[in-house]
């Protein structure tokens, strides 16, 4: 059972601006700890989007961009394109589980 | 070019064990921490455990703390992780993720190199 709670699914229209919200808690967010964005295409590994709440590892597009407050973060997506199709994943560190959590994950569908 | 390679999944009875490996190239394994994440069909990343660069720090989930070991051989470039004690509910695909930072614990940068995985099918 994860402790990050994320949307099951966000569509939105080629061009649109789509956002993933991800939802913790004082052990983790609230406690000081960074939040973490990947991307899973189909069939694939996942690959990092976003390390330590807001940077972009080179070579992702600045459509990516993620911020937390307090014990939420999120994930928006600007000039949302057919190949952003895929699941996102929201990840910290939690010291009530002295490890690591992947949140519950997002669809993000291109209508 | 920076890879991470696993292997050792494969079809395993229930109670018994597996070993995988995670063989690293490309990068200076023994200056960072690496992780195990598994991926059970049709569902969510699951972090599985993690250990620091000279292995004086290691986290397991709960789902797993008990009957799995992390470990690593820093003169072999490898990562690998004993699974005993096999339920149906650990069949998965698990991921060798590689971490930015040396240690285990604080997670600054997440995981930024990540294997194909290996799959794992835990049934009588």
């Known amino acids: 059972q994860s402790v990050l709670t994320q949307p099951p699914s966000v569509s939105g229209a080629p061009g649109q601006r789509v956002t993933i919200s991800c939802t913790g808690s004082s052990s983790n967010f609230g406690a000081g700890y960074d939040v973490h964005w990947y991307q899973q295409l189909p069939g694939t590994a996942p690959k990092l989007l976003i390390y330590?709440?807001?940077n972009r590892p080179s070579g992702v597009p600045d459509r990516f961009s993620g911020s937390k407050s307090g014990t939420s973060a999120s994930l928006a997506i600007t000039g949302l394109q057919a190949e952003d199709e895929a699941d996102y994943y929201c990840q910290s560190s939690d010291s009530s589980l002295s490890g690591y959590v992947f949140g519950t994950g997002t669809k993000v569908t291109v209508l | 070019e920076v890879q991470l390679v696993e292997s050792g999944g494969g079809l395993v009875q229930p109670g018994r064990s597996l070993r995988l490996s995670c063989a690293a190239s490309?990068?200076?394994?023994?200056?960072?921490?690496m992780h195990w994440v598994r991926q059970a069909p049709g569902k969510g990343l699951e972090w599985v455990s993690g250990i620091s660069w000279n292995s004086g720090s290691i986290g397991y989930a709960d789902s797993v703390k008990g009957r799995f070991t992390i470990s690593r051989d820093n003169a072999k470039n490898s990562l690998y992780l004993q699974m005993n004690s096999l339920r149906a509910e650990d069949t998965a695909l698990y991921y060798c993720a590689k971490d930015p930072y040396y240690d285990f614990g604080l997670g600054p940068y997440g995981m930024d190199v990540w294997g194909q995985g290996t799959t794992v099918t835990v049934s009588s």
């Open positions: 330590a709440n807001s």
């Open positions: 490309g990068f200076t394994f023994d200056d960072y921490a």
